[in-house]
């Protein structure tokens, strides 16, 4: 099979995963979040490297079947709110006051649109209304908008957003240098719900010019290359798409999706019935769910604390991670939110950084090898990493340094523990699947501050989403509001989202033939919401009735091919080869502990605890009482003995 190329693109490390066949290529760079396309392009020549023995960009890229992308950099643009300025056309005076119902939402909106906003009156007659769309253009333009949003309310809202638009493309033609980008509300959702479907607008519009810039980039630097593989963006929803068939808004949050694609497919495997992830990164740990082979997620997204129009994945990110600045706070140790990121980075790692991390902690601690962390790549800092701990932790709160030490860890560990418990409940059968570059630190730690008994650390933990994004089809999804409570109107509508179906999987390069074709009817009965499958016949699944809600939802989905994963059994229990030894600094004291390098074990190796697990981009501390055992997979299956 032609090789498969998954990126993941994090606020402080992007990673990457090449998969051809049953073999798999992984590395990492440091995320430039002043051009997104040099991290890209410098991670691929370094697996290039791997692959060949030598750097040979040309040659991966044209061995490439395709190329599937998530980033955080609209998500980042918009929690920093640094974008463009959006300007509002509407009819309704009350709109602004109608979608910001506490202050929250009050502040967004006053962040995205502030006063920027303009109402005319659809009803005018043409001259008029032509006249009414170039003043509030010209007064949106002189305020500062960037963009414009079309959103109206009433009955015939749609039709009446589209009149506007129609009057804004004739006015200002999109060839002249003046001319603002406008986006109808409607074009993105039917929700009669005004407030989700402005919401949804106003944040794509927000997102789509930073996502855009990269792309841009980054499209015309593989043109350079001559590459023909496709590049698809991998979405929120679990699918991926080609740039042009891709809506911002829809990339929200996604690289934490692809981990959670990853979980299923592990879930799927082993039998998990309820599993639990954690993605420790630089900055945050995002925690999401996998039960009964679904991934949790809402019916209605949440960006930023606003409901939208599309239904996102449920995973919570919290900001306690790798580079997360842990400092004393009057008499107690405080972990995050803020983070030193990629740069200047954990103080370690010697790039000015001066805060203390729990990196530094468990460098101090012996965890950490500076020979072997990162794959060799970074070297550690030890002295830099002491006088940091030192200045930060333990002379504040008037402790020794191994004391502050195991203060760090344990304020950490507890930290991430309730960021998981406020996520859901979990029992001692849940299934923890620790991932990310930090994943592994304290992973039974954890687990034992939760009472489970059984930990998952993926055999490509430290790149798990990138890994994850390979378990995405090329998919579309439609969601149609019926205008006909009848099955004349579901007909319509399910004709209407299949055209648009064969349009956008033609520029996939597949026929509707091809693809997989998934449909549900929701009904929206008051406060009551119940969904039922379709059928080829377009008979309605349930009667409906004056006053409910009735939406078509289509998926359409062209498999693509994915990662194989080993059969259960045919790996033979046997001890694990032992590498070496670390001392490690522990509460009662420092202990020699044995460490396994694990690509150095076959399937079936094992060992009980206290141990160091190791490979160039994970480090794993097993505490007592904790066996190891590598399955067949190459997994590190973590139990309580």
Known sequence: MAKLINVDNGGTLTDFCVIDGDRTWRSKSVTTPYDLSKCLFDGLRKVSRQIYGKEDLDALLREAACIRYSTTQGTNALVERKGVRLGVLTNDPALAASMTGDDHRAGLFRDLVGERVQCIDPQADEAELTTAVVKAVNALGAAGANRIIIAFTGADFAAAEL????????????????????????????????????????????????????????????????????????????????????????????????????????????????????????????????QAGVVQARRRGVVEGVDVAFALCDVVSHGVGGGSIIRAADSRIAVGPQSVGGAPGPACFGFGGTEATITDAYLLMGLLDPATYFGGELALDAERARTAVTDKVATPLKLTLDAALI????????????????????????????????????????ADALGVRQVVIPGLAAVFSAYGIGFSDISQHYELVLTRLDEQGLAEQRARALERAEHDMFAEGAALADCRIEARLEVQRGEQITTHALDASGALPVALQAGDVARLQLSVIKPMARPALAPLQGATPHDATVAGQRSVLFEGGAQALPVIRLEAQQPGAQAVGPLVLEEDFLTSKVGPGWRFELTASRDILLTRV
């Open 163 to 290: 009149a506007i638009y129609r009057v804004i493309l004739r006015a200002y033609p999109s060839h002249l240098l003046g001319a603002l980008p406008a986006l109808c509300s409607t074009q993105l959702s039917e929700e009669p719900e005004h407030p989700v479907r402005v919401w949804t607008a106003l944040l794509n519009a927000f997102l789509h010019p930073a996502m855009e810039r990269f792309l841009h980039s980054a499209g015309h630097r593989m043109r350079e290359t001559r590459s023909q593989a496709p590049l698809l963006i991998f979405r929120n929803d679990g699918g991926a798409a080609s740039v042009a068939k891709t809506v911002a808004i829809r990339t929200y949050s996604s690289g934490p999706r692809g981990g959670m694609e990853g979980v299923k497919a592990l879930a799927a495997h082993y039998g998990w019935a309820d599993a639990v992830s954690f993605d420790v990164g630089g900055t945050t740990t995002d925690i999401g769910r996998v």
């Open 407 to 446: 203060a760090m860890e344990r304020a950490w560990v507890r930290k991430v523990a309730d960021a998981i418990l406020a996520f859901g409940t979990v029992t001692p059968d849940t299934t923890l699947v620790a991932f990310g570059g930090g994943g592994g630190f304290a992973a039974t730690e954890i």
